[in-house]
């Protein structure tokens, strides 16, 4: 497992190889019969282009199944990891075995359709918070990610310029409406959090009334999750809070709305949407007419 912080380049070419193997396995299994129909011998010079803006991520990922399905394939990739393209622009070119390049298509692209898709939703959160003079809030990821793709999503939203929150339940505490019911009070359950998981990165709990509010930080609670809250609730909850923990906000947020949001003073936004709801980037692999 890693953490929030370690996403090296080293950790993430070994997930990038990991996430493609699962991938090709599930995709060409014992072998791509429709690439069969092109002579083994024919070489091709491939073009992927974006049809539309985006900020562009999935690099080590098309690296790997390129590599994965035939190491002799040489992909030169033109716009670089975290930059946005223009519709139309080149992203990367690839040459090799005509056969091998049809066979990789398919899972080069999806990891780049959705990696930049979440990439560049980010990008647009952190955009627009940035417009709110004297902001500043972190727009944050949450667990709703795609089963067995959350390091790859969360990666993708740090190459937005967003910010990782939880990778798991195994590495960081947020305590809930449930979790405090079933423990025995706010006060309660942050001393249990004390106590049963003292490794944890950070220990965050959930509050929807500044009444609840109030009763974490006379607990001691150091982070803390503003539910569903009004601007003028949260407005009241940074003026309650003075500084003495970081305040989060979540539920329901979108580009509509985070700008206000923003500008009560809070620390982090969470946002769902980021890796739950995404809209896949278009791009196209064009063979060019000489290899």
């Given at each position: 497992?890693?953490?929030?912080?370690?996403?090296?380049?080293?950790?993430?070419?070994?997930?990038?190889?990991?996430?493609?193997?699962?991938a090709?396995?599930?995709?060409?299994?014992?072998?791509?019969?429709?690439?069969?129909?092109?002579?083994?011998?024919?070489?091709?010079?491939?073009?992927?282009?974006?049809?539309?803006?985006?900020?562009?991520c999935?690099?080590?990922?098309?690296?790997?199944?390129?590599?994965?399905?035939?190491?002799?394939?040489?992909?030169?990739?033109?716009?670089?990891e975290?930059?946005?393209?223009?519709?139309?622009?080149?992203?990367?070119?690839?040459?090799?075995?005509?056969?091998?390049?049809?066979t990789?298509?398919?899972?080069?692209?999806?990891?780049?359709?959705?990696?930049?898709?979440?990439a560049?939703?980010?990008?647009?959160?952190?955009?627009?918070?940035?417009?709110?003079?004297?902001?500043?809030?972190?727009?944050?990821?949450?667990?709703?990610?795609?089963?067995?793709?959350?390091?790859?999503?969360?990666?993708?939203?740090?190459?937005?310029?967003?910010?990782?929150?939880?990778?798991?339940?195994?590495?960081?505490?947020?305590?809930?409406?449930n979790?405090?019911?079933?423990?025995?009070?706010?006060?309660?359950?942050?001393?249990?959090?004390?106590?049963?998981a003292p490794?944890?990165?950070?220990?965050?709990?959930e509050?929807?009334?500044?009444?609840?509010?109030?009763?974490?930080?006379?607990?001691?609670?150091?982070?803390?999750?503003?539910?569903?809250?009004?601007?003028?609730?949260?407005?009241?909850?940074?003026?309650?809070?003075?500084?003495?923990?970081?305040?989060?906000?979540?539920?329901?947020?979108?580009?509509?709305?985070?700008?206000?949001?923003?500008?009560?003073?809070?620390?982090?936004?969470?946002?769902g949407?980021?890796?739950?709801?995404?809209?896949?980037?278009?791009?196209?692999?064009?063979?060019?007419?000489?290899?």
């Amino acid at each position: 497992m890693t953490s929030t912080s370690d996403f090296s380049p080293t950790l993430v070419a070994a997930l990038a190889q990991a996430d493609v193997a699962r991938a090709l396995q599930e995709d060409v299994a014992g072998g791509d019969l429709t690439a069969g129909l092109v002579d083994p011998t024919t070489s091709a010079r491939a073009r992927v282009l974006a049809r539309e803006s985006a900020l562009i991520c999935g690099e080590p990922w098309v690296r790997a199944t390129f590599a994965q399905v035939d190491s002799a394939i040489d992909v030169v990739w033109l716009v670089p990891e975290g930059q946005r393209c223009a519709p139309d622009q080149v992203i990367f070119e690839a040459r090799g075995a005509a056969r091998s390049l049809l066979t990789a298509e398919r899972t080069a692209l999806n990891f780049l359709q959705l990696l930049s898709a979440v990439a560049s939703k980010t990008d647009e959160f952190v955009q627009a918070v940035r417009e709110v003079p004297g902001a500043r809030a972190h727009i944050v990821d949450t667990r709703k990610t795609l089963p067995g793709l959350r390091l790859a999503q969360k990666y993708a939203v740090l190459t937005g310029g967003g910010t990782n929150h939880r990778l798991g339940l195994y590495d960081a505490v947020l305590i809930k409406e449930n979790h405090i019911a079933a423990a025995g009070g706010v006060a309660a359950v942050l001393l249990q959090a004390a106590q049963v998981a003292p490794q944890a990165k950070f220990v965050e709990i959930e509050v929807e009334t500044l009444a609840q509010l109030q009763e974490a930080l006379d607990a001691g609670a150091r982070m803390v999750l503003l539910d569903n809250m009004s601007l003028a609730q949260l407005q009241m909850a940074v003026h309650l809070n003075a500084g003495r923990a970081i305040l989060e906000v979540s539920g329901g947020v979108n580009l509509s709305s985070v700008r206000a949001i923003a500008s009560t003073g809070v620390d982090r936004i969470s946002i769902g949407a980021l890796t739950k709801d995404v809209k896949a980037i278009d791009f196209s692999m064009r063979f060019a007419s000489s290899p």
